[in-house]
């Protein structure tokens, strides 16, 4: 491609009306939480601002991430922001391959210097000096920090990305961390979920590709308007929680009837993202929604927090793995116990005291 | 027995405290006004003041029903029958267990205050004197004491200095651990942005995540617990084996002598 392309030259190349761009803009809009007044401006930046490359690496990683972005509801950013995305660099699923796709990142990352943003997903593998993890003859740290090194800006997609999810869970053999601990003088947006869902993805890229910047991220570097909430803060089953009725087992009255999920290991009550409000697959459903609890896969660790299905957390310094309640009811039990010993020694020693004394 | 009040040699605050309280009564007993040596041959002193009972019987009532609610609130109560509308369990238990989380929070910054407008007494929980030889000695008597080792126990004012030690460790630092995570688990519901958000937010990033937080804050209540068996086991026994009053203090704020032995 000689020339740069607006966001709309290549929408319109795609066959896709004026009417179906405003359409997307205003739900685009929408999606962000922006407000009907900011659809045209959305419209506006798209029509004249030219494209933002975004080069796409693999990592340690097992391709749900592309998996739910290329399944985005709406059809036009799966066609307009993935088609962006493939003219660049992605290299599970540009049509080039081997030494010829190899060059085309070459020539993205000299062309764009300092321009395209890097979305990563997956995570470097450290141990052995990076080996578990080749991307073109090379390890993928070095490919990751030779293409940070001139990005404006890294997405990190998903729980690999953001936190290290399953390669990074105990014992973490390959030496697996989130790339914040590689690229530290770089931006960083986390998206995490294991895989995060799609339109909260192309929602991130479409914000920072029209309007230029980052959006607004919290204290962990996720974007606000898709993390600021728990999944239990806008659960449709929420009403259940608060009555006390849950689902106590798999099979039971209540499973049947849709109640809370809190005692069968539900995690909503202390995960981070839009399932609930989104949720998955064209907005069809989510885990909660089918009759499963959350297992918080957008959260930092949460392999290693024992069951998906046990409401407390396994405490594993212990050496043993057992929760809160078990390990403070023992102790109690414990104290208790010695308290009961002490008193009755104290007794005794004050009964054979008292008759000293007489 | 004849009440008196004879701090004047130690302690300036708890001199004037004492002076200014109308039921300290000056009698015979005592003459030899050397510093020190003679301060605990006394028979009654008034060492716990009116706020600072207060606040001790509304943090046992406000722990007591942050255990529970917050016991059910990591392992709720059976399913209830009916419709979700006509209930509100899980709604009423945090509700109780946020109240009294205000309650026990206030409450503490009121004591923080206490401690440096009441007498010297009120800031024996903030600041044990571990620099102290004198300190140090007192505690391996105590803990002799415990043992069995010791035969007579030692006459105390305030807090015996293990006593100190226990309510700095377990109680004040166990304590200000659940205020400072429970606001931060309580910021979650009260959403981003808000007051609790803006001032405890950070504990969870350094947790790992929420879940961690939750899992801590449930092991600083059992904490807790051990910290309340143990401090009414060794507020009754002490009550029935020492040399003063310890269960009564805490009611009516003076403490009484057994003996007029000296140490």
């Known amino acids: 491609m000689s020339q740069i392309e607006t966001f709309y030259e290549v929408m319109r190349r795609q066959g896709i009306t004026r009417r179906s ?9 929408a999606a962000l939480g ?10 506006n930046a798209m029509e004249t601002k030219e494209r933002t490359p975004v080069i796409w690496l693999h990592g340690l990683e097992c391709t749900c991430c592309s998996e739910s972005f290329i399944r985005s509801a709406h059809p036009l ?92 869970a105990r014992p973490n053999p390959t030496q697996a961390v989130p790339i ?14 294991c895989p995060p869902i799609a339109e909260v993805m192309t ?64 995690k909503g009550p202390t995960t981070y ?53 078990e390990i403070g009811m023992a102790v109690a039990g414990g104290v208790g116990a010695a308290v009961t010993a002490h008193a009755a020694v104290s007794a005794v020693k004050r009964a054979q005291h008292k008759g000293d004394q007489e | 027995m004849t009440t008196i009040s004879n701090e004047k040699g130690g302690n300036g605050e708890q001199g004037d405290a004492q002076s200014a309280d109308p039921h300290a009564i000056q009698t015979e007993g005592t003459q030899a006004q050397e510093e020190g040596s003679i301060t605990r041959t006394q028979t009654a002193v008034y060492v716990y003041e009116a706020p600072l009972r207060l606040w001790h019987w509304v943090t046992v009532f406000s722990i007591i029903t942050l255990c529970i609610t917050g016991y059910f609130i990591g392992a709720p109560l059976p399913t209830m029958p009916g419709e979700a509308i006509d209930n509100y369990l899980m709604g009423y238990i945090r509700f109780a267990h946020f109240t009294a989380g205000y309650i026990v929070s206030i409450a503490f910054l009121g004591r923080i205050y206490w401690a440096f407008v009441g007498n010297s007494h009120a800031r024996e929980l903030f600041l044990p004197k571990l620099f102290s030889g004198k300190f140090w000695r007192e505690v391996t008597h105590e803990i002799r004491w415990y043992l069995f080792l010791e035969k007579t126990p030692k006459k105390y004012i305030g807090h015996n ?76 026994r002490e009550d029935i084996m020492s040399r003063q009053s310890l269960i009564s203090t805490m009611i009516g704020g003076w403490r009484m002598f057994k003996d007029d032995k000296p140490d």
């Open chain 1, 21 to 29: 761009f405003l359409k997307y803009c205003s739900l685009t809009a």
């Open chain 1, 273 to 325: 993202n839009a399932c609930s409000t989104v949720r998955w697959n064209e907005g069809t459903s989510f885990p909660i929604q089918a009759g499963h609890g959350c297992i918080g896969c957008s959260e930092d660790g949460f392999w290693d927090k024992g069951s998906f299905y046990d409401r407390l957390t396994d405490i594993n310094q212990f050496g043993i793995e057992q929760n809160a309640d």
């Open chain 2, 161 to 236: 200095p293990l006593g100190q030690l226990a309510m700095f460790f377990f109680f004040v630092i166990g304590l200000t651990f659940m205020i400072i995570t429970g606001f931060a688990l309580y910021a979650e519901g009260l959403g981003r942005e808000s007051w609790a958000d803006m001032m405890f937010g950070w504990v969870i990033p350094l947790m790992g995540q929420s879940q961690d937080v939750h899992t801590w804050h449930h092991l600083g209540m059992w904490y807790l617990i051990t910290f309340v068996m143990i401090h009414v086991y060794v507020a009754i």
């Open chain 1, 77 to 168: 950013v799966k066609d307009v922001v993935l088609s962006m995305i493939s003219l660049d660099y992605d290299d599970t699923l540009m049509a080039s391959a081997g030494h010829q796709a190899e060059a085309i990142l070459e020539e993205t990352i000299q062309k764009y210097k300092g321009k395209y943003i890097l979305a990563v997903e997956g995570n470097p593998p450290l141990n052995e000096d990076g080996m578990f993890c080749i991307v073109g003859g090379k390890p993928f740290l070095d490919q990751l920090k030779h293409a940070a090194k001139d990005a404006a800006a890294v997405i990190a997609w998903g729980s690999c990305a953001s936190w290290g999810c399953v390669q990074a």
């Open chain 1, 34 to 43: 922006l407000g009907p007044t900011f659809a045209p401006k959305i419209a």
């Open chain 1, 203 to 266: 929602g991130v890229i479409t914000y920072m590709l029209t309007f230029g910047r980052l959006p607004e991220l919290d204290r962990q570097g996720r974007p606000k308007m898709f993390y600021s909430q728990r999944i239990h803060d806008k659960c449709y089953r929420r009403p259940h929680f608060d009555a006390g009725q849950f689902v106590e087992e798999w099979d039971d009255e209540g499973a049947r009837k849709g109640y809370c999920l809190y005692k069968v290991g539900c």
């Open chain 1, 180 to 193: 914040h601990k590689v690229i530290t003088d770089k931006p960083i947006i986390k998206v995490p979920g």
